[in-house]
């Protein structure tokens, strides 16, 4: 809708911030592929990433992001994330021990335990199974406050540093705690002699190719800031739509059901059985078409360009709108509606390569995200093995902060399966929606 109303470019006005939207997959194409060295990752938005997450890999520049760049992709080769899946499955093993759910049909907030579930899946892949639990909350629990403070501190740029912005004191607590928490995490860490697979463990270990030299201790705390907060977030968000959407789509639900019983057959899943997971996968890919966690991501033009037709003058402020890109009429049939098979490849061949986008794209697209998406589907095949979901009549809104998430929570029908039953009979209360569309 919104392509529709503005076009393919236009303008956006948020009081204290102005800049240039992108709607169309070649304009994504043109800032973060074909003419990436003219779009900077500098202005209010970066700067309020760069103030949490600190000079980390996803807001470096230049020959400092090169480097670790170099240090980092290795890490999330197909061999590498081969051996963090058992990581990965025994967190959600532990995480979705809901003895709070029966085989009685009950109304929870489904949504309000993902960050729990994906900081605890999250915190084993990169810093171990041994990783003290009760720091891996307190960093959780920290990077909600600081993620919305730093929306309210990008729109509130221009104004003076003295003047007080709403949670400005609880967003300096709670980065201080993050930064004490993630330091206290790498030393622990450090003091483990037994190596491992998990990514801290590879991180302090590793060195750079051309020089020789590895990351010091401000580089791993900025680098363990952005990998567990960068992929806590989104993939906690992108879970929440994903279960919202299931249950307003119960076909899809009956259908991931299915292929979750074909393939575990009652048992936890094992590495080789993420490659079977086809359905879960699209399932995933689908809720972040229609609601991408990171719903722009914007850049600075560093010299005069044109994009579309419209004149980009030096120092513009250039953002693709990835939400507006994944429902973009001419790339997607009934852009508003839930579809996962979109991503069979049958169908997906011949789509616009930037026309779904929710890692970025380019030298600079996110290097986490086959682990993000080998998370989120796991997690999402172990949820729907073991609890049956519907919906309720509970309404849920997209909240646009630096995330979009689901603004009032998103409360579900859900009880327990039946130990060893293999499909189900989609038995739907009577307060379920049965809207065909995505809401």
């Excluded at 074909?262 to 079977?276: F, I, N, T």
């Excluded at 970025?360 to 979901?389: D, H, N, Y």
């Amino acid at each position: 809708r919104q392509t529709q109303a503005l076009g393919d470019v236009a303008r956006l006005d948020l009081g204290l911030l102005h800049a240039v939207t992108l709607h169309h997959p070649d304009h994504v194409d043109h800032v973060f592929r074909a003419h990436h060295r003219n779009y900077l990752k500098e202005g209010p938005f970066w700067a309020a990433i760069r103030s949490v997450l600190g000079n980390g890999l996803p807001t470096s520049s230049g020959e400092t992001w090169r480097r670790h760049r170099r240090m980092i992709q290795p890490q999330f080769s197909r061999s590498r994330l081969d051996a963090l899946t058992t990581l990965v499955i025994d967190a959600l093993e532990e995480s979705l021990d809901w003895t709070d759910v029966g085989a009685a049909w009950q109304t929870l907030d489904v949504g309000a335990r993902m960050p729990h579930l994906t900081m605890n899946v999250v915190s084993a892949s990169i810093l171990g199974s041994h990783t003290s639990r009760a720091r891996a909350q307190a960093v959780a629990r920290e990077a909600v406050v600081t993620s919305e403070h730093s929306f309210r501190a990008m729109i509130a740029h221009e104004l003076p540093s003295w003047l007080p912005l709403p949670g400005r004191r609880r967003f300096d607590r709670g980065l201080a705690k993050l930064h004490r928490e993630v330091r206290q995490l790498i030393d622990e860490r450090r003091r483990r002699a037994d190596g491992g697979d998990d990514l801290l463990a590879q991180l302090i270990s590793v060195t750079d190719d051309e020089t020789g030299v590895g990351m010091d201790d401000a580089q791993l705390i900025d680098e363990t800031m952005s990998l567990l907060l960068a992929g806590y977030d989104t993939t906690s968000t992108g879970l929440q739509w994903c279960l919202h959407l299931l249950t307003r789509y119960p076909e899809h639900l009956a259908r991931l059901r299915e292929e979750c019983d074909a393939v575990l057959r009652g048992h936890a899943p094992r590495a080789e059985d993420l490659q079977r997971l086809h359905y879960a996968r699209w399932v995933m890919q689908e809720a972040l078409r229609l609601y991408p966690p990171l719903w722009w991501l914007p850049r600075m033009a560093a010299e005069d360009d044109e994009i579309g037709g419209h004149a980009i003058t030096k120092g513009t402020i250039v953002a693709p709108i990835l939400y507006a890109v994944h429902r973009h009429p001419d790339f997607w049939s009934q852009p508003e509606c839930f579809d996962p098979e979109r991503f069979d490849p049958a169908r997906a061949a011949g789509r616009h390569p930037l026309a779904w986008v929710p890692f970025g794209a380019g030298p600079r697209k996110c290097v986490g995200q086959e682990l993000s998406l080998m998370e989120a589907t796991l997690a999402l095949a172990m949820i729907t093995q073991r609890f049956e979901l519907a919906a309720t009549t509970h309404t849920v809104r997209a909240q646009v902060q630096t995330v979009m998430r689901p603004a009032d929570g998103v409360r579900l029908r859900i009880r327990r399966r039946p130990a060893r039953r293999r499909r189900l009979d989609l038995v739907a209360p009577a307060s379920a929606s049965s809207s065909r569309m995505a809401r």
